[in-house]
């Protein structure tokens, strides 16, 4: 066997359980050289967000401290990857690379481009599933074209058989002799300093593999045996918030599946309970296959009579809802949640996203931008696919027409008002019958909570009813 190495292009897979990548380079015997590169140039409008930034530079200490128990060394890099991986090779004298396949439009360019050229140089490459249970052009229907709606997509994906083996750890990579110099994991300024607005993620969340790990393995004894039953109540801690992890691949989703089957097998999680979340897993394959099938979904409807539909700016509006300033508590909560920890209960996100879109007015591309830049779990087949979902435009979407009340939505999963008083904590002393429409409470109960609306708290911004009735008008206008 050559003693030249071979370089493993490290992307969203910062893990060593089942990195099949990793696994691949480590059985070629040849010494491995890590290298991760930020970015910044190839995305375009889908450069990396502000909160996903603050999780990647503690994925990257994260992983540079497992390497180092393995007696490795991470490359850092910054640029265009074209240009990176290249000299990479020429420098360390590479005779292949490894790396793990990506899905967007933009990465797949990328990807194509840089295969060809090491191909062409007769360097080895090789490229592995380790983002997806099926790649998405693995499941299609009948006639050959790709899903468009989930219930048959998911049909179709347990008709696959079993999802493969997850591959076991990977526990040494031979050292190369020399390891080519690295960027400054601090000169990337990937975390905020004045103001840090990122000080309230820091005790939510743990970025990095172990605490992946750590997190399944609780949830599993814990709140996932009522999941179905949960889900939906962002009152109570019933989802296993692993959208983090899984987006920087810090655990893989074959790893998650098969935990969640064998806890299913072992009757720790019940059946219902289990394949409930089994299929929200698939509703992330079934994202990416929709984003890699229809590459315009990032800035086009994929329904077209949506083409033209007129939305309105409105500034004021918009950066009220961004500050969790709209007077409908739900909606402030979620907003509020979503800044302070990178993160929201996904039947928020549904309401908010509903509220911006049917009841504002505001175009879905303005709200899927802020959750771009504020989640941690900032995904972009995910948030694509969801927004165009809830904007009624995408895939298998909830039709236009069916328009949430934010004060209903949260009198029915937010029955006591816990997520709000915690997250909007000017209300925290209203009462429970007014703690979900604050302007219909008495005076003399506002003045006993300490509001003042309009001054302690806004008054609602729009009056929903009418709202409603206005989208409906627009919505007939394209139908
Ligand atoms: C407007 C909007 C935007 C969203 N943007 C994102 C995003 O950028 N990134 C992201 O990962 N999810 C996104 N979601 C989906 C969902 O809200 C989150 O995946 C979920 O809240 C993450 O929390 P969890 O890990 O506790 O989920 P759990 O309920 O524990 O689910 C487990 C996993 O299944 C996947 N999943 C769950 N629900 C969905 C869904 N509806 N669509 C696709 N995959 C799902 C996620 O990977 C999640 O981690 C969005 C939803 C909406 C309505």
């Known amino acids: 066997?050559?003693?030249?190495?071979?370089?493993?292009?490290?992307?969203?897979?910062?893990?060593?359980?089942?990195?099949?990548?990793?696994?691949?380079?480590?059985?070629?015997?040849?010494?491995?050289?890590?290298?991760?590169?930020?970015?910044?140039?190839?995305?375009?409008?889908?450069?990396?967000?502000?909160?996903?930034?603050?999780?990647l530079h503690h994925s990257l200490t994260a992983f540079k401290d497992d390497l180092k128990t393995r007696d490795g060394k991470l490359v850092l890099r910054r640029a265009d990857p074209r240009a990176i991986i290249p000299a990479l090779v020429e420098e360390t004298g590479a005779e292949a690379v490894f790396w793990n396949r990506r899905y967007m439009p933009w990465q797949t360019e990328v990807d194509s481009d840089i295969k060809a050229g090491l191909k062409d140089d007769d360097i080895e490459v090789t490229t592995c599933n380790g983002r997806l249970l099926y790649e998405p052009w693995e499941i299609k229907t009948k006639s050959g074209d790709p899903y468009r709606v989930f219930t048959p997509f998911w049909k179709s994906m347990q008709a696959m058989g079993d999802v493969r083996d997850a591959l076991p750890r990977v526990d040494a990579l031979k050292a190369p002799s020399k390891t080519p110099s690295t960027d400054r994991l601090s000169d990337w300024d990937l975390l905020p300093t004045k103001p840090d607005w990122a000080k309230g993620f820091g005790p939510v969340w743990t970025p990095g593999e172990k605490a992946a790990r750590a997190r399944l393995r609780n949830w599993l004894k814990g709140a996932a045996a009522d999941y179905a039953d949960l889900r939906n109540r962002p009152d109570r801690d019933g989802t296993s918030r692993l959208s983090p992890h899984l987006h920087f691949g810090e655990i893989s989703p074959v790893t998650v599946w098969h935990a969640v089957k064998e806890a299913i097998d072992k009757g720790t999680v019940p059946h219902k309970q289990g394949d409930t979340y089994l299929s929200e897993i698939a509703w992330r394959e079934f994202s990416y296959e929709l984003i890699y099938n229809n590459p315009k979904m990032f800035d086009e409807p994929l329904q077209e009579k949506f083409a033209n539909f007129e939305w309105h700016k409105d500034k004021n509006a918009l950066e009220a809802w961004q500050q969790g300033k709209t007077g409908y508590p739900i909606v402030d909560a979620g907003m509020r949640q979503l800044w302070t920890e990178g993160w929201m209960h996904n039947r928020v996100r549904m309401i908010v996203g509903s509220f911006l879109i049917k009841d504002l007015g505001i175009d879905w591309r303005e709200g899927m931008a802020w959750f771009w830049d504020t989640l941690v779990d900032a995904d972009p087949a995910n948030n694509t696919a969801q927004w165009q979902w809830v904007a009624g435009c995408g895939a298998d979407a909830q039709p236009f027409f069916r328009i949430f009340n934010p004060t209903s939505q949260a009198e029915k999963f937010d029955p006591e008002g816990d997520y709000i008083r915690k997250y909007v904590p000017e209300l925290k002393d209203l009462p429970k019958k007014y703690i979900h429409a604050p302007e219909k409470a008495p005076d003399e109960v506002l003045e006993k909570a300490g509001i003042t609306l309009g001054d302690t708290y806004p008054e609602p911004i729009v009056d929903h009813a009418k709202q409603r009735e206005e989208a409906l008008s627009r919505y007939n206008d394209i139908k």
């Open 1 to 55: 066997m050559t003693n030249k190495p071979a370089l493993l292009w490290l992307r969203e897979d910062l893990r060593f359980d089942d990195n099949p990548a990793m696994r691949a380079a480590a059985e070629s015997g040849r010494p491995v050289i890590c290298v991760y590169i930020l970015d910044d140039d190839t995305p375009g409008d889908q450069k990396m967000g502000a909160a996903q930034r603050w999780w």
